[in-house]
């Protein structure tokens, strides 16, 4: 701190840019490479973030970090930071299952949302990317994040059909296109909070679908499942084994949700709560009565894998929201699996816990307890 350096107007315009510091400061007028101690508390904020030492100081790590090709959606350090502070206070949660906002992660500021789960997207670019990067494989690769986030969240992703309008338009595009975020140097791609559904690839990046990449190649299905994060409403992540994780590095993959990914949460969608209220009108129900809403019930069990696929798909709508001996027995194995009493009934206790945000990934009835099973690996 109270040094100079010619690099200083610089880091300021990096700082604001990616959301460490407030875009109303301006250095003093009459010193503008003056590092100053606005200008070293920023950087410790970032330091705090990327896990590195805070020193304050712009040591070698610091700047390796800061030089790193990454996504062009600014961090939210405050939100993630406070969080993790509150996790100190409070402890970490008791129960594995229902994970709250408390992680790594973020949602945007204001928690923009989805009115809906199933969203469509279609591919708008404005520019071809260099090194030949084909339309074919882009497309391969966005089913592929759709599928990611489809597996794992309570949204489905689908490409549009013609004459459909898209929730999400997706393409290549090249320094200025129109959006007032210029694609520069170290940006890869960025994307828009709920529900704009912009997301944006820059063409002057050499992306690759390969499984093995070279040394200056990105990979399309890490920064697609990124983005459309971001598209689902996510905020970047302090976990590094995170897709969320704001850096990507050239000529590695990284093409399944780790770390506090898999947290997708039913809030992420303002029809949580919505399902929230079917639950709260749904309470005290049990075997033989019809009421509208059961259906959601079914396909929560069916999602979280308290129920098969037949049992939902045999369904219609004259028998979709009567409660059966099907729904009763996938009840009793919910309830049997959070150690409640098994009712079998939509008893309060039961509406209470199947209402509170959750892992995105089901349960798996003879597993370890407080483990998620994803991908055919277990994740903590
Ligand atoms: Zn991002
Ligand atoms: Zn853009």
């Not at 992540?237 to 969320?244: K, T």
């Not at 990284?254 to 990914?261: A, E, F, Y």
Request: aromatic letters at 10%.
């Amino acid at each position: 701190m109270g040094q100079t350096a010619k690099g200083i107007p610089e880091l300021i315009r990096y700082l604001k840019r990616f959301g460490y510091l407030n875009k109303e400061y301006s250095p003093d007028d009459n010193n503008q490479e003056l590092y100053d101690e606005v200008l070293e508390s920023a950087v410790k904020l970032y330091q705090t973030f990327f896990k590195l030492n805070v020193t304050g100081k712009l040591d070698s790590e610091t700047i390796e970090v800061m030089a790193k090709v990454r996504c062009g959606v600014p961090d939210n350090p405050v939100q993630v930071l406070s969080k993790k502070k509150q996790e100190a206070i409070h402890g970490k949660q008791k129960h594995k299952y229902l994970i709250n906002i408390g992680a790594d992660y973020a949602f945007f500021p204001g928690s923009p949302k989805w009115g809906y789960f199933e969203l469509t997207y279609r591919i708008e670019s404005s520019a071809e990317p260099v090194g030949g990067f084909t339309v074919e494989e882009f497309e391969d690769a966005l089913g592929r994040a759709a599928i990611e986030w489809s597996d794992n969240s309570m949204f489905t992703i689908e490409e549009a059909a013609g004459g459909v309008e898209p929730s999400i338009r997706t393409g290549f595009h090249r320094g200025d296109h129109g959006d007032g975020f210029v694609f520069t140097n170290p940006t890869l791609a960025h994307a828009f909070a709920p529900s704009d559904g912009r997301m944006h690839f820059n063409a002057d990046k050499h992306w690759s679908i390969n499984d093995t990449l070279t040394r200056d190649q990105f990979d399309i299905v890490w920064t697609a499942i990124h983005e459309l994060g971001h598209v689902l409403g996510l905020d970047h992540s302090v976990d590094p084994n995170a897709v969320m994780f704001p850096t990507v590095d050239p000529g590695t993959t990284k093409r399944n949700l780790g770390g506090d990914d898999i947290q997708v949460l039913l809030n992420m969608s303002s029809n949580a709560q919505s399902f929230e209220e079917v639950l709260t009108s749904l309470q005290g129900m049990s075997k033989g009565q019809t009421a509208q809403g059961l259906h959601e019930v079914r396909q929560y069990l069916y999602r979280f894998g308290y129920l098969n696929e037949k049992d939902i798909t045999s369904l219609n709508d004259s028998n979709k929201d009567y409660f059966d001996d099907v729904l009763e027995s996938a009840l009793k194995r919910y309830q049997k699996y959070f150690g409640l009493n098994i009712s079998g009934n939509l008893d309060s206790a039961t509406i209470k816990l199947m209402a509170k945000p959750r892992c995105g990934v089901p349960d798996v009835m003879e597993s370890d307890a407080g483990k998620c099973y994803l991908s055919g690996k277990f994740v903590n």
